[in-house]
């Protein structure tokens, strides 16, 4: 069995206590009936209970990301600048604090708290069939979402290595992800898991 079985079968059925080293295990080792028995009695709940959950990996995370900063910019286009034309305050300037970068970082995180609050993905991530979950199996609270959009999503795009990790982390998770307990799924393979 592999360490990603093992952590699929803990997201699946986190109740399922495995015996470290106890009495059970040592008459499972002994002999190698018991070992078949007892790694097919492991595997077969999670087998009949759901499919194994499918996170979605680096590629896939990216192609959304993109969609999602598209979509961002398209809004920025449609509402903000013809705001700020009106108002003759420049479009242009390369201060960070400067009135367009505040509003344009309003827009991109407003666009990524509240898209994963009401509907667990941004619209990126519905095209590509992707879902943000607790990794606990809870619904995702305010707390959660503004400290894994806002505060995690500032890190990671300070850090750069923040989004690289994900492909190379078993749960396929950011570093806003780590912060905040998350990870994104396939959605249609993890319906009956996360509902």
């Known amino acids: 069995m592999t360490s990603n079985d093992s952590n699929e079968r803990e997201l699946a059925h986190p109740e399922l206590n495995q015996d470290e080293g106890g009495i059970e295990s040592a008459f499972v080792e002994a002999d190698p009936a018991r070992k078949e028995t007892a790694i097919l009695a492991e595997t077969l709940p999670i087998q009949k209970a759901s499919a194994p959950i499918r996170f979605a990996g680096f590629w896939m995370r990216f192609w ?33 604090f400067a009135p367009i970068s505040i509003a344009t970082a309003i827009t991109f995180y407003a666009y990524f708290v509240l898209m994963t609050k009401f509907f667990g993905q941004t619209l990126g991530k519905m095209v590509f069939g992707l879902k943000v979950v607790d990794l606990k199996g809870e619904k995702l609270t305010w707390g959660t979402i503004l400290f894994r959009e806002w505060i995690g999503r500032f890190i990671s795009v300070s850090i750069f290595i923040g989004y690289v990790i994900v492909a190379f982390l078993p749960k ?12 994104v799924v396939h959605e249609r393979q993890n319906e009956q898991v996360y509902n």
């Open 64 to 96: 959304a990301y993109l969609l999602d900063l598209a979509v961002v910019g398209s809004v920025d286009r449609i509402l903000i600048n013809p705001i700020f034309r009106a108002l003759d305050i420049p479009l242009h300037e390369s201060n960070l």
């Open 172 to 183: 396929k998770q950011g570093l806003h992800d780590l912060f905040a307990d998350t990870s």
